[in-house]
Each structure stands twice: as C-alpha cells, then as structure tokens.
C-alpha cells in the first residue's frame, strides 16, 4: 500500500466549490499535514488592521507596521507567523520557510535585522482533522499548487487567487474571472 501523499509545503486553492463559504477564492499554504490532520494558513486575507493593533507586546516598530491577515476560522484570537530568510537551516515548512507560534520567538525575528527576512502575520488558522483534507481533495473542493516564497509573501495577496487559477489551464482560468457575485457581472 503507498504511504499517504502530504501537503505540507504545497498551496491549496479553492476549485471553485467553495463559493458561500468562509473557503471562498482562498490559496492556503499547508504548514504541517501528517497522519493527525493538516494545519494551514489563509495568504490572501490581508486585513485593514497592522499588527500593532492586534497584539500588545513589545515588537520592533518594523513588526507593528506589517498587515496583520485572517489565517482561517478556527482560533481567530491565536496568532501564527511566517518567516523566510535567505538562510534557514531548519525551516519547518519548506525550504527558508518557518511557521511559528510564540510570541517570544517573534520578538526574537523583530530584534535581529536581516534585509532579506520576511515575515506575515495571521489570526487564526485552517485546520482539518485526520483524513478530512484528503477527503475533501477527493471530492474535488481543493486543488493544488506548489508552493514558492514569492506566492507566499506576495506583494498583492488578494490578486493571488486568480492570478495562479490562470496558470493551472483554461477552465480554472475563466473560473477565475467569474466576479465574487456574479449578480453583478
């Protein structure tokens, strides 16, 4: 029997059945996914608000300043951040790619300066419980992208859906211009 194909490190986008739900034109990146279920982050919902609004702690002024985004409905008051760095020996994610969760290590990433460090912080989280995802992926809901640093830390997020529907194939790229609500087309 194959062992089980895990995400982690790889993008996951809605195929376009998850209109209506809080999934909607979502890209997520797939931070763990193993025999226990699948953690993963919402890239593409930046929020009007900065970090600074959201956590009260002593972080870098630089770290304030940054768009805080919704990482998914399970949890909104946790916090999770991604941090890549043109070196990083033990990245988590995929290579020069971290996810972390402690607030001692964020501060931490604020103190040291590292011009090529980035870093995007998130409420809340995706979560699917042991065979869920596969299950959902089965059923087509989810489709699946590699993963880079670039889609990661994208300049304009919420460009980010559409802009790689357009590169999995022509139905997924007409998909992709169907407005949110189509009522207003």
Known sequence: MPSPKYLKGQLLLDSGQLTGTFFARTVILICQHDAEGAFGLVLNRPTDRKVADALVANLSEELKALPLFVGGPVQPAAMSFLYSDSFLPDANVMGNLSVGHSLDELMDLGESFAPDRQVRLFAGY???????????????????????????????????????????????ALLSQIPDDPGLN
Do not use: C
């Open 126 to 172: 995706a979560g699917w419980a042991p065979g869920q995802l596969e299950n959902e992926i089965k059923h087509h809901a989810w489709l699946t992208h590699p993963a880079s640093l670039d889609l990661v830390f994208s300049a304009d997020p919420t460009t980010l859906w559409p802009a790689i529907m357009r590169q999995k194939g022509w139905r997924q």
